[in-house]
Antibody, heavy 116, light 108 residues
Framework: EVQLVESGGGLIQPGGSLRLSCAVS????????MSWVRQAPGKGLEWISI???????YYADSVKGRFTISRDNSNNTLYLQMNSLRGEDTAVYYC??????????WGQGTLVTVSS | EIQMTQSPSSVSASVGDRVTITCRAS??????VAWYQQKPGKAPKLLIY???SLQSGVPSRFSGSGSGTDFTLTISSLQPEDFATYYC??????????FGPGTKVNIK
């Protein structure tokens, strides 16, 4: 059974850093493209980052230079390192298995709140 | 960046109704559209991919159509569990995905 479980969210002050984790079971994280998608409270969905199965990474302009996606193949876990956090980064963050058409498996999400 | 719009932003319908949601892309995206259902407090669920392909396990009352810039998600006979928000998403600019703003299906 495929499962994605995010963790690491919480309350953080503006300018702070946080690392999110996405523990994957049911498939190897390096066999598939993997993305992070976020959703601000009461708002729509925003794709923010992808790591290809081959390791190449891409970012949305809104997070480029501040966020870094990575993975640990031995622990089958995807990460999102978030630096220089802003109020507009407040959202539920989802990890999702990604194909060239979209996202077929999603985690349950982890809430990040950026506030002083 | 490819922009996605949806209409209506919300719709009120009754169980058994046929519901149609429209998605429009700012440029030709061929059939690179997916549709998702999201219930409050839950992750989105993939319903349709490449405009008209039904994801495994999704009931056949859901269907998708369209190509180019105009796409449609249809629920042929609305069920109680279908009250949710629906999002379209383009992948023509893979890996730079963009989503529509969502359509909320409410109980009439």
């Amino acid at each position: 059974e495929v499962q994605l479980v995010e963790s690491g969210g919480g309350l953080i002050q503006p300018g702070g850093s946080l690392r999110l984790s996405c523990a994957v079971s049911g498939f190897a994280v390096n066999d598939h493209h993997m993305s992070w998608v976020r959703q601000a409270p009461g708002k729509g969905l925003e794709w923010i980052s992808i790591m290809y199965s081959g390791g190449r990474t891409y970012y949305a302009d809104s997070v480029k230079g501040r966020f870094t996606i990575s993975r640990d193949n031995s622990n089958n876990t995807l990460y999102l390192q978030m630096n220089s956090l802003r109020g507009e980064d407040t959202a539920v963050y989802y990890c999702a298995r990604t194909d060239n058409f979209g996202f077929d498996y999603w985690g349950q999400g982890t809430l990040v709140t950026v506030s002083s | 960046e490819i922009q996605m719009t949806q209409s209506p932003s919300s719709v009120s319908a009754s169980v058994g109704d046929r519901v149609t949601i429209t998605c429009r892309a700012s440029q030709d995206i061929y059939t690179w559209v997916a549709w998702y259902q999201q219930k409050p407090g839950k992750a989105p669920k993939l319903l349709i991919y490449t405009a008209s392909s039904l994801q495994s396990g999704v009931p056949s009352r859901f269907s998708g159509s369209g190509s180019g810039t105009d796409f449609t998600l249809t629920i042929s006979s609305l069920q109680p569990e279908d009250f949710a928000t629906y999002y379209c998403q383009q992948s023509n600019s893979f890996p730079f995905f963009t989503f529509g703003p969502g359509t909320k299906v409410n109980i009439k």
